[in-house]
């Protein structure tokens, strides 16, 4: 049972555009999320995350937001560059499973120059 | 480099047989994690560690066993393989429990059963 869907496989965006990123969760109880970014050949690295008393967290060109009520979450790029091409997943967790973390099944942004 | 070193990077074997997949994670972090990721397919959770016990199972078929030793080092045993086991091992690491704290994963092993 897929708890966190990642519905989109891949995505191609032009250089210096906007890339939205989307991932959607079952779960109302997940309380904590995360956004990874894989290159080929790599482990995933940690990109950005959100509490769920927030709605919104930025770190540079990554904005995160948050919609508990459509239990959605989304990640912007924002101006999008050729070196942003990579695999993104989500991940969630809530606080009775410790770290352990329910990952989608990713989405491969192409980053056209 | 990420800090968390998984051996062997890659692993050719066939059904039947038994491997044992090394983490190494990155220094000062106590707990371990182990995923596997399947062909489309997100990453799946199967077992963390915390300073040598076990804390969480997630999908670990009970063919797979895993531990981790007084260096905090862990090892994932696989055994009986079958086909659909080849897939990605990601071993990840972190100093602490709780969802604040974000992994740090190795950069996997890939397994493919013959």
């Known amino acids: 049972d897929q708890q966190v869907k990642q519905n989109s496989p891949s995505l191609s965006v032009q250089e210096g555009r906007i890339s939205i990123l989307n991932c959607d969760y079952t779960?109302?109880?997940?309380?904590?999320f995360l956004w990874y970014k894989k290159y080929p050949a790599e482990g995933p690295t940690f990109l950005i995350s959100?509490?769920?008393?927030?709605d919104k967290n930025e770190d540079g060109r990554f904005t995160v937001f948050l919609n508990k009520s459509a239990k959605h979450l989304s990640l912007h790029i924002v101006p999008s560059q050729p070196g942003d091409s990579a695999v993104y997943f989500c991940?969630?967790?809530?606080?009775?499973?410790?770290?352990?973390?329910?990952f989608g099944t990713g989405t491969s942004l192409t980053v056209i120059p | 480099d990420s800090g968390v070193t998984q051996t062997p990077k890659h692993l050719i074997t066939a059904t039947g047989q038994r491997v044992t997949l090394r983490c190494s994670p990155r220094?000062?972090?106590?707990?371990v994690y182990w995923y596997q990721q399947s062909l489309d397919q997100g990453l799946q959770f199967l077992i963390q560690?915390?300073?040598?016990?076990?804390?969480a199972k997630g999908n670990i078929l009970e063919r797979f066993s895993a531990q981790q030793f007084p260096d905090l080092h862990s090892e994932l045993n696989l055994s009986s393989l079958e086909l659909g086991d080849s897939a990605l091992y990601f071993c990840?690491?972190?100093?602490?429990?709780?969802?604040?704290?974000?992994?740090?994963f190795g950069s996997g092993t890939r397994l493919t059963v013959v």
């Open positions: 220094s000062g972090d106590l707990s």
């Open positions: 779960n109302s109880m997940f309380d904590y």
């Open positions: 959100i509490s769920s008393i927030k």
């Open positions: 990840a690491s972190s100093v602490e429990l709780g969802p604040n704290y974000g992994y740090t």
């Open positions: 991940a969630a967790s809530y606080s009775n499973t410790g770290n352990q973390f329910y």
């Open positions: 560690y915390y300073n040598g016990e076990e804390r």
